[in-house]
């Protein structure tokens, strides 16, 4: 064998390097091809954690569109129906530091609030079924309208448009059904709530403790 | 015997079941009311279907199970339904919940029931049925619908009776077992048949109960062996907390370990309660729903305690009083155990179909707690724990709410049994925080679901009125087109009015396609319009008026329809939409006024015996001097002159492109008006048809000529201000 000249040398490493860009940039072009994402994971992950009440508190018409405006830097904390729950799991994704609830576009209710529609006084305008961003009025032009509760979102935009103000919020009451239990206060928020009847429900079950005293009385 | 397993964790609690159990099943005084929720059970609540002031017999339907997990309500006893409204029900919460209310008559009428005669004879779907409609739900504590349960789809092996009552206090299952043993055996026979007989029965029960372990094995041996049968074996096993769990006890009596997210009918194993066994005994056999229970009512506040049959509904302190029940020394009234019960609000509430012990403890049997302390990470709890869960950790993340983690560390698999709590030197109230962060999660997945549910019909919305916007433009579009194409046509009848060309101007204008051609023509069927005759002109007028008039009303119609629609629409674009329709009413009426005017002066005129015309049209009329042919009036002569004296003026002026345009125009309007004279000579038959008709191709042959001129010219230079002239000159 001969031995390679060093221009060989230099032109099998170059038609080598060639060889290989092409390979993979061939590779890397079918799959942006193939395995393109469509529209934007990011803003779909955002709504995915917004409360979906499509009030319109954030300025802008939706969850979605908020959703958007976040990925393109708008502020995480102008979600009041989200409230603080919803800042602090935006800020988790976005791995950004969680910032408190911006005053300016509204406060969190501390209570769940459905539309109501005093029907005797219902006109039948159809102005708070154009308003509904879910679809949860029923009704026709000059006939009664009615909320369906269970789709209604509380966002109110419905309140402000009716011309006779025959809507009101009403806070959904808790019923057995959604009642749960409240995680025990610490010794130092019972103190400071200064309510014991909290405390006795809580501890029910530490008290079987005292039990064991009274042992020989059952055997 | 067969083997026993051992279940990890567990404790065991001072027992105090003696204190109820010195006396025989004791039967309660019929209550004056009966309190009936209509939610006992987990699932939907029922549904009433009796209303105020109905008379009821006892075991009579008075609400209707609600869907498939869910159960009906049966009066108790006989009576008159005096409410239907909410009352205290024991809940944990302490709240209110809709109660059907009876009051009872004290006859104990009872509803007609039939008896099945041999239920061996009646297929599983049938027995199931029947089970359901008897309201029986699970009698052990937490009320699940007990026919759901024997509708397993997959197929069973092992059928497990649950006559383990582990928490301590309780003793009604221990009572039951005593005395009727022999119905709860049929009961299990009804069971095993509905579940097509497996291979195995099982029953398994602690051995702190030897009574009733006695009691089963003489009434087995007493029992008339069935050919179908499989055999029944009373499983006895060490006494532990809380070995009554479903899960833990499938593994004591199996060594299988039920998985994380199953049930027990995953492996092929049914779990059904004791004291339901002999409810479903009472409703196959004797045709009787579920309308009492045995509870046991115990603690040192009860001077007389003892298990009690009890009609569902009777009000707690009703059974209190058959206990000697003494309030002042019971700081805390508990329903159920004292492990995994729950402190009542008040002795208001009545005793519900998972009733099984009322606890009337004093102070001194069970002290307020000691303070929570901090947790010393000591691992007390996860030694205790009988679902292998990790207390501590699930402690943490449950005091920072970290529900992710939480569910990581399965805290779904928490039975809420307390033996945490119990071994926790610290006395932190640990399933507190477990039930707490539960409800929790479960808030947040029913919120996720409800804003899921309110994402796809917010999408649904947008999508709808995104269709509707273009729905809208698209009308709005054609609507547009059929308008201008109406306008031209009106503009060119009201121009061609007196002439007798209306017959095919019309058409030419409709096409939307204004041409240069066309516009020559009006303004040449303008100038023959004032040319006509006073009288025709006065019809001229008198059309233009009715024509306004005519659209005027239209507009306003529009413009009305507008508004009324302007209720359903409020937007910015069609806020303007409608001010530009009440611009065109506007338009209109101005037009409506002019034409009216210009009647007006007509009338002048010819009153005055002027004959010169002024309407304002002619003096606008650039009319080259080429046109005016044969101009009977010297005045117009005249004008005409002085016209085409400045025409020249200006032409001088002009470039040669503009004077070629010029050119090209006036040709334009020669052949207008040969056209013109060429249709009136077709339509009146004329011997000169053939000279117009060449006059007309010449003309068009020359404006060709113009044109192509003119396009050789107009290549370098703009052509910007050749539209503004020539609109100039024809108007």
Same mark, same amino acid.
């Given at each position: 064998m001969t031995e390679m000249s060093s221009l060989e040398l230099l032109l099998t490493a170059v038609i080598a390097l060639v060889a290989l860009a092409t390979v993979f940039g061939v590779i890397l072009g079918y799959a942006a091809v193939t395995f393109k994402v469509e529209g934007n994971p990011l803003a779909e992950q955002i709504d995915a954690l917004l409360p979906q009440t499509q009030c319109g508190n954030c300025g802008y018409p939706g969850c979605k569109p908020y959703a958007q405006a976040i990925v393109d830097g708008e502020a995480i904390n102008k979600c009041p129906p989200g409230?603080?729950?919803?800042?602090?799991?935006?800020?988790?994704?976005?791995?950004?530091?969680?910032?408190?609830?911006?005053?300016?576009?509204?406060?969190?209710?501390?209570?769940?609030?459905?539309?109501? $529609?005093?029907?005797?006084?219902? $006109?039948?305008?159809?102005?708070?079924?154009?308003?509904?961003?879910?679809?949860?009025?029923?009704?026709?032009?000059?006939?009664?309208?009615?909320?369906?509760?269970?789709?209604?979102?509380?966002?109110?935009?419905?309140?402000?448009?009716?011309?006779?103000?025959?809507?009101?919020?009403?806070?959904?009451?808790?019923?057995?059904?959604?009642?749960?239990?409240?995680?025990?206060?610490?010794?130092?928020?019972?103190?400071?709530?200064?309510?014991?009847?909290?405390?006795?429900?809580?501890?029910?079950?530490?008290?079987?403790?005292?039990?064991?005293?009274?042992?020989?009385?059952?055997? | 015997?067969?083997?026993?397993?051992? @279940?990890?964790?567990?404790?065991?609690?001072?027992?105090?079941?003696?204190?109820?159990?010195?006396?025989?099943?004791?039967?309660?005084?019929l209550p004056k009311t009966l309190v009936l929720p209509l939610s006992q059970h987990i699932g939907a609540p029922a549904t009433p279907v009796v209303s105020v002031g109905d008379k009821v017999l006892k075991g009579q339907l008075i609400a209707a199970a609600k869907g498939f997990v869910s159960a009906p309500v049966h009066a108790s006893s006989s009576g008159v339904v005096s409410a239907i409204e909410e009352r205290a029900v024991p809940?944990?919460?302490?709240?209110?919940?809709?109660?059907?209310?009876?009051?009872?008559?004290?006859?104990?009428?009872?509803?007609?029931?039939? =008896?099945?005669?041999?239920?061996?004879?009646?297929?599983?779907?049938e027995l199931v049925a029947i089970i359901r409609d008897a309201g029986i739900t699970g009698l052990g504590g937490a009320g699940f619908p007990s026919a759901v349960k024997l509708q397993p789809r997959q197929s069973i092996d092992t059928l497990i009776i649950n006559a383990t009552e582990c928490e301590p206090y309780i003793t009604a299952d221990d009572q039951l077992m005593r005395q009727r043993s022999a119905d709860i055996l049929i009961g299990i026979d009804i069971l095993a048949h509905i579940l097509g007989d497996p291979e195995r029965v099982l029953i398994g029960i602690e051995d702190n109960k030897p009574e009733a372990q006695e009691a089963l094995a003489k009434a087995l041996a007493n029992k008339p062996v069935s050919e179908h049968a499989p055999p029944i074996e009373v499983v006895e096993f060490p006494t532990k907390y809380p070995s009554g769990g479903e899960k833990q006890l499938v593994q004591i009596l199996t060594g299988e370990e039920v998985p994380s997210g199953k049930l027990p009918a995953d492996l092929g194993i049914v779990c059904q309660n004791i004291g339901t066994t002999h409810a479903i005994y009472r409703a196959v056999c004797h045709g009787e729903p579920l309308v009492s229970r045995i509870t046991t009512v115990t603690g040192k506040a009860c001077s007389t305690p003892g298990n009690f049959e009890v009609l569902i509904g009777t009000p707690v302190a009703h059974?209190?009083?058959?206990?000697? %029940?003494?309030?002042?020394?019971?700081?805390?009234?508990?329903?159920?155990?004292?492990?995994?019960? %729950?402190?009542?609000?008040?002795?208001?509430?009545?005793?519900?179909?998972?009733?099984?012990?009322?606890?009337?403890?004093?102070?001194?049997?069970?002290?307020?707690?000691?303070?929570?302390?901090?947790? @010393?990470?000591?691992?007390?709890?996860?030694e205790a724990c009988p679902a292998n869960l990790l207390p501590q950790q699930l402690y943490w993340h449950a005091q920072s709410k970290n529900y992710e983690r939480l569910e990581a560390h399965h805290l779904g698999d928490c039975i809420e049994c307390g033996a945490c709590s119990y071994v926790c030197p610290s006395s932190i109230p640990l399933v507190q925080y477990y039930r707490a962060a539960?409800?929790?999660?479960?808030?947040?997945?029913?919120?996720?679901?409800?804003?899921?549910?309110?994402?796809?019909? %917010?999408?649904?919305?947008?999508?709808? @009125?995104?269709?509707?916007?273009?729905?809208?433009?698209? #009308?709005?579009?054609?609507?547009?087109?059929?308008?201008? =194409?109406? #306008?031209?046509?009106?503009?060119?009848d009201a121009k061609t009015g007196a002439a007798n060309t209306a017959a095919d101007t019309p058409s030419a204008s409709t096409e939307k396609s204004t041409t240069d051609l066309d516009i020559v023509q009006a303004a040449m069927a303008r100038v023959a319009a004032n040319k006509a005759s006073p009288q025709d002109q006065r019809k001229r007028f008198e059309r233009a008026i009715e024509t306004t008039a005519a659209r005027l009303a239209k507009a306003e119609k529009d413009l009305e329809a507008f508004t009324k629609d302007e209720n359903a629409e409020l937007n910015k674009e069609q806020l303007a939409q409608r001010e530009q329709q009440r611009a065109s009413v506007e338009q209109a009426r101005l037009r409506h006024q002019e034409a009216k005017n210009k009647l007006a002066a007509l009338d002048n005129e010819q009153?005055?015996?002027?004959?010169?015309?002024?309407?304002?049209?002619?003096?606008?009329?650039?009319?080259?001097?080429?046109?005016?042919?044969?101009?009977?009036?010297?005045?117009?002569?005249?004008?005409? @002159?002085?016209?085409?004296?400045?025409?020249?003026?200006?032409?001088?002026?002009?470039?040669?492109?503009?004077?070629?345009?010029?050119?090209?125009?006036?040709?334009?309007k020669r052949l207008g008006k040969a056209r013109t004279r060429l249709a009136q000579a077709e339509s009146e038959g004329s011997e000169q048809l053939e000279a117009f008709a060449k006059a007309v191709s010449s003309l068009n042959e020359k404006i060709n000529a113009t044109n192509l001129e003119l396009a050789s010219l107009t290549q370098t230079s703009e052509p910007a201000n050749k539209p503004a002239q020539q609109s100039e000159e024809t108007r």
């Open positions: 409230g603080q729950a919803t800042i602090d799991a935006l800020a988790n994704l976005l791995d950004v530091p969680a910032p408190e609830l911006d005053a300016e576009h509204g406060e969190e209710a501390e209570v769940k609030s459905v539309a109501y $529609i005093r029907e005797d006084e219902c $006109i039948g305008c159809t102005k708070c079924i154009q308003a509904c961003p879910v679809d949860a009025i029923l009704g026709a032009a000059k006939l009664m309208h009615t909320v369906i509760a269970d789709e209604c979102t509380g966002c109110d935009l419905c309140v402000e448009p009716c011309p006779v103000d025959c809507i009101d919020m009403l806070p959904i009451p808790q019923t057995v059904s959604d009642w749960h239990w409240q995680t025990p206060l610490t010794p130092a928020q019972r103190f400071a709530s200064n309510n014991p009847s909290h405390h006795s429900n809580a501890n029910l079950i530490a008290s079987d403790r005292g039990l064991d005293d009274s042992k020989d009385h059952a055997a | 015997m067969s083997k026993v397993w051992d @279940i990890h964790g567990g404790i065991h609690p001072a027992e105090n079941k003696q204190q109820s159990l010195t006396g025989p099943l004791q039967t309660v005084a809940h944990a919460s302490g709240m209110q919940a809709p109660c059907i209310v009876i009051e009872t008559d004290g006859l104990e009428r009872w509803a007609e029931h039939n =008896a099945a005669a041999n239920y061996r004879n009646k297929t599983a779907a059974l209190l009083e058959q206990a000697g %029940f003494n309030e002042a020394l019971c700081p805390q009234l508990v329903m159920g155990g004292p492990m995994m019960g %729950f402190a009542l609000p008040s002795t208001a509430v009545p005793i519900v179909k998972a009733t099984n012990c009322l606890l009337a403890t004093t102070a001194q049997e069970s002290p307020a707690p000691p303070p929570a302390q901090a947790c @010393i990470r000591c691992g007390h709890c996860a539960k409800g929790e999660i479960r808030l947040i997945n029913e919120e996720k679901q409800q804003s899921d549910r309110a994402r796809i019909r %917010f999408e649904r919305h947008q999508a709808r @009125i995104e269709q509707e916007e273009k729905d809208k433009a698209a #009308k709005r579009e054609a609507r547009k087109l059929a308008a201008e =194409a109406a #306008k031209a046509k009106r503009e060119a009153s005055s015996e002027q004959s010169s015309e002024q309407s304002p049209d002619q003096k606008t009329q650039p009319e080259s001097p080429t046109d005016s042919d044969d101009e009977p009036e010297l005045d117009r002569a005249a004008t005409a @002159i002085a016209r085409a004296q400045k025409n020249a003026a200006q032409l001088a002026l002009m470039t040669p492109e503009q004077k070629l345009q010029k050119q090209r125009d006036s040709l334009e």
